[in-house]
């Protein structure tokens, strides 16, 4: 049982940089993989990125590899999606999640998180 919380979203201009947060409640979440997903105005759910339980493993979308990164704080139970060179977009709604499976869909994940928006002006 996981439960997951947002922060950082915001509006930022084109090619600016924000860090989004996640925090798990409870004592770790070491156990589990931590994906971001997107959802934009009339769009489906779209895989961000992901980041093992080992804290090494990663993997990004092809649309945001080299200007997103996933990291994680064991001790804090927080992941970071450090997002940089941001374009319009990029606009949408991001949401956290944990899985137990090495996946990209947004089906294998079991918790899920409330979502920050966030919002590139060109």
């Known amino acids: 049982q996981v439960q997951l919380v947002e922060s950082g979203g915001g509006l930022v201009q084109a090619g600016g940089s924000l860090r989004l947060s996640c925090a798990a409640a409870?004592?770790?979440?070491?156990?589990?993989?931590m994906g971001w997903f997107r959802q934009a105005p009339g769009k489906g759910r779209e895989f961000v990125g992901r980041?093992?339980?080992?804290?090494?493993?990663?993997a990004y979308a092809d649309s945001v590899k080299g200007r997103f990164t996933i990291s994680r704080d064991y001790a804090k139970n927080t992941v970071y999606l450090q997002m940089v060179s941001l374009k319009p977009e990029d606009t949408a709604v991001y949401y956290c999640?944990?899985?137990?499976?090495?996946?990209?869909?947004?089906?294998?994940?079991?918790?899920w998180g409330q979502g920050t928006q966030v919002t590139v002006s060109s």
């Open positions: 999640a944990a899985a137990t499976i090495w996946s990209g869909s947004w089906s294998s994940y079991n918790y």
């Open positions: 980041i093992g339980s080992n804290g090494v493993s990663t």
């Open positions: 409870g004592r770790t979440f070491s156990n589990y993989n």
